[in-house]
């Protein structure tokens, strides 16, 4: 539509707005309210302690005592990886969402790495800003990984992301190769998981050209 000066010349031509141009932003609250509303609290309640190293105990209470930490230790870890899940899961939901309604090939949803390599080059969004490419690769590899256990995802996670696994003893690199279990090995840091959730609210900020865009908290978007 056209927008009439008074004196009935036409101006500039007002495009509507329409739900699609919102879609960046939506997302990106929608990930930050999820990590301050839930991961954030989660985390505050279920903090690893260091690991007991002691093999022999003076008595059942201290051994019963032990125990009762390395389970609280098992469900913190666990929980952190499940929430990594959920933040992959809701950024390839998103995404997906996002290309759709921009007609993205169909040939270019079906995995991963293409789909946000053809909304990048789409958006003119550079991946390599903030780094935002390669921890969402690494996101969605962690997401793989956490689901179906080992696999190509996790050969790749211990070849780019070794600090997914740290300070593991020359005994549970043994038990992981053995048994193929160096998913259940992956110890994510609260750090890990803000970066995540930085990293997909910056993605979508960067793709966010409407009035008053932030890239982040603290970055306005240079488009404005």
Request: overall charge neutral.
């Amino acid at each position: 539509m056209r927008q009439q000066c008074r004196h009935g010349h036409s101006s500039r031509e007002v495009l509507p707005l329409t739900p699609k141009d919102l879609l960046p932003r939506q997302f990106q609250a929608d990930c930050e309210r999820f990590f301050q509303s839930v991961i954030a609290p989660a985390l505050a309640t279920l903090r690893p302690s260091s690991p007991n190293t002691v093999t022999e105990f003076a008595s059942v209470t201290e051994f019963l005592d032990a125990c009762t930490q390395s389970t609280f230790n098992l469900l913190a870890y666990e929980a952190r990886r499940s929430f990594a899940l959920t933040l992959g899961a809701i950024f390839e939901r998103q995404l997906r969402i996002w290309s759709r309604v921009h007609s993205t090939a169909p040939r270019d949803l079906t995995h991963f790495d293409p789909m946000l390599k053809a909304a990048a080059a789409k958006h003119r969004i550079d991946l390599s800003r903030y780094d935002v490419g390669r921890i969402l690769r690494e996101l969605y590899l962690l997401a793989n990984a956490v689901r179906h256990g080992d696999g190509t995802a996790v050969e790749e996670l211990r070849k780019t992301a070794l600090h997914l696994w740290p300070g593991l003893s020359l005994e549970a690199v043994e038990r992981c190769n053995a048994m193929s279990i160096w998913s259940e090995a992956i110890q994510l840091s609260d750090d890990d998981l803000a970066r995540y959730a930085t990293a997909i609210a910056r993605f979508w900020g960067l793709a966010d050209r409407e009035q008053g865009a932030m890239i982040d908290a603290h970055t306005p978007s240079e488009y404005f």
